[in-house]
Nanobody, 124 residues
């Protein structure tokens, strides 16, 4: 069963930065896409950023493009999300997930178990 553990959330001011980390319980396959989703109470989970493990190709939601950077540490089976120029609308619970394509926020790998997530709050 796949498990990913998120860390690194917190409180930031508008324009500030936070760095999220996500450690996988096992080594992803090169074809896997790992990434971040976010969700507010009563709203659907939405895609934030993803990285294909083998080629390290990166993908971003339009709302975070140019501000967030996703990266991977292959030796540690970990991905990171560097969030710069944070805005109030970035306030959410952030979850990491793994899938076979960019739809991992709604269709993660079979056997994947969602973690607790990490809260990001941006104050103005």
């Amino acid at each position: 069963q796949w498990q990913l553990e998120e860390s690194g959330g917190g409180l930031a001011q508008v324009g500030g930065s936070l760095r999220l980390s996500c450690a996988a319980s096992g080594r992803p396959y090169s074809s896997h896409v790992l990434g971040w989703c976010r969700q507010s109470p009563g709203k659907a989970r939405e895609f934030v950023a993803g990285i294909r493990w083998g080629r390290a190709a990166t993908y971003y939601a339009d709302s975070v493009k140019g501000r967030f950077t996703i990266s991977k540490d292959s030796a540690a089976n970990t991905i990171h999300l560097q969030m710069n120029n944070l805005q109030p609308e970035d306030t959410d619970s952030y979850y990491c997930a793994v899938g076979s394509n960019l739809g991992f926020c709604h269709q993660p790998l079979r056997g994947f178990a969602w973690g607790q997530g990490t809260q990001v709050s941006v104050s103005s």
